[in-house]
Nanobody, 124 residues
Framework: QVQLVESGGGLVQPGGSLRLSCAAS????????MEWYRQAPGKQRELVAA???????NYADSVQGRFFISRDNAKNTVYLQMNSLKPEDTAAYYC??????????????????WGQGTQVTVSS
């Protein structure tokens, strides 16, 4: 069974920093693409950042220069370093794994998985 466990969310003052982590577990061979999404109340879920297995990154315009995504393939973990946080960054943040490859008992599967979400609140 695959699980994506997120951590690092919480309350922070404007201008502060947080680092989110998302660790995938469960007979995982590789993960092609790992992403962070966020969703604020009354708004649609939006892509924040993405990183390929080779380390190529993309960012939403609203966070570029402030947020940085990275991954540790050996640990099947993706991180989101969030700096210079603004109140408008307040949202539930979700980890998404695309092209997650499992090899279990000789069988290979490729699927997508979502984390449970972690709340980030930026307020003074």
């Amino acid at each position: 069974q695959v699980q994506l466990v997120e951590s690092g969310g919480g309350l922070v003052q404007p201008g502060g920093s947080l680092r989110l982590s998302c660790a995938a577990s469960g007979s995982i061979f590789s993960i092609n693409l790992m992403e962070w999404y966020r969703q604020a109340p009354g708004k649609q879920r939006e892509l924040v950042a993405a990183i390929t297995s080779g380390g190529h990154t993309n960012y939403a315009d609203s966070v570029q220069g402030r947020f940085f995504i990275s991954r540790d393939n050996a640990k099947n973990t993706v991180y989101l370093q969030m700096n210079s946080l603004k109140p408008e960054d307040t949202a539930a943040y979700y980890c998404h794994a695309r092209g997650l490859v499992r090899i279990e008992r000789g069988r290979t599967t490729v699927d997508d998985y979502w984390g449970q979400g972690t709340q980030v609140t930026v307020s003074s």
